[in-house]
């Protein structure tokens, strides 16, 4: 069975868009391969963060994917930080990347820019995120199209290494899914729903009231043809909560269509509001009681962190002999 490899950034709030675009795609995945899922915490730290809201939205994060339906039996679930082995990796392979790669990189381009005084965990981060995927020979890893550039170079890095020292990486290959749906922002449909948007009316967080999103969704922005058809260029926000809606209940377009001949914007977005709430609702009730039971969180980030630590260790051990740093070897 293949390997794929997902990381989770801790940073702001998980929103509708990354549960519709992103974890209902992983439910799907953790049947079809050997899943590995991460919380990127070592990641966050290239920008300062308070720890005590780090911490929290760490196990805040953990609790929800599960709610939303990632099972524990089917992935291997870890902190980062937790592997001490990784950082280590890292180190080596940053021996093996030129800093041209390394500044090239996008995101680096552009944070870079918004703060002069910006960190070198920022430069390596790309590599660390290599050391993420390489140390466990993942085949694939689902990334967004900003992502890819960083898979991108750990094939490169690790090809450079293997060319250089033997056979030691899998070359990982990007997994861009064809039928993840994007969802937009409520308030600005022509941009997707992001957990960094600065407006957060145009942003249902997981974590919001039923109450106050309904109030989003009744104030999402639509237009003036009254119409409800799906058309992603004329009509951005209709189109956007008809996605929403055909992804949650399981309905095609062209069926809520039909279904929805006929309503005011007013009426349909009552619809809307009603069936994304009670679907949340039903997730929330989940987490809550995930949340609240330290112990199973305990059980399940010991179990991913054991396998995890024994394949680093072990591709650690083999970079190292293959270095030559391994004590008085002849």
Do not use: W
Request: hydrophobic share 35%; glycine share 6%.
């Amino acid at each position: 069975m293949k390997k794929i490899l997902t990381g989770l950034k801790p940073t702001g709030d998980l929103t509708l868009g990354n549960y519709i675009g992103s974890i209902k795609q992983m439910i799907k995945l953790q049947d079809e391969f050997d899943s590995y899922i991460f919380v990127a915490d070592l990641h966050a730290l290239t920008i300062p963060q308070d720890p005590k809201e780090l911490n929290e939205r760490i196990r805040k994060f953990i609790a929800m994917y599960i709610a939303c339906g990632i099972d524990p039996n089917k992935n291997t679930i870890y902190l980062q930080s937790e592997n001490e082995y990784i950082p280590a990796i890292s180190y080596l392979l940053e021996c093996s990347t030129y800093y041209g790669e390394a500044s090239r990189m996008i995101q680096f381009k552009e944070k870079s820019k918004e703060n002069a005084n910006f960190s070198v965990g920022l430069l390596t981060y790309p590599v660390l995120m290599a050391a993420d995927i390489l140390y466990c020979d993942a085949d694939l890893v689902p990334v967004g199209i900003d992502q890819k550039q960083h898979v991108e170079l750990a094939r490169n890095i690790a090809e450079r290494f293997n060319n250089k020292y033997g056979d030691t990486f899998k070359l990982p290959d990007v997994y861009i899914s064809s039928t993840g749906t994007k969802i937009k922002d409520l308030k600005d449909p022509t941009k997707k729903m992001s957990k960094s948007e600065e407006n957060p009316s145009g942003v249902i967080s997981m974590f919001d009231t039923p109450e106050d999103i309904e109030k989003k969704i009744l104030k999402a922005t639509t237009d003036s043809d009254n119409e409800i058809k799906f058309d992603e260029e004329n009509k951005p926000g209709i189109s956007n909560l008809l996605n929403i809606v055909s992804v949650i209940t399981d309905t095609s377009i062209e069926d809520l269509e039909e279904k929805y001949k006929g309503y005011g914007y007013g009426d349909f977005k009552k619809e809307v509001a009603s069936i994304v709430s009670s679907h949340i609702k039903e997730i929330q009730d989940r987490y809550n009681s995930i949340i609240n039971d330290n112990n199973k969180l305990d059980e399940i980030l010991d179990n991913g962190i054991k396998k995890s630590r024994e394949l680093a260790k072990e591709k650690l051990d083999l970079m190292k002999k293959e270095l030559g740093i391994v004590r008085f070897e002849i």
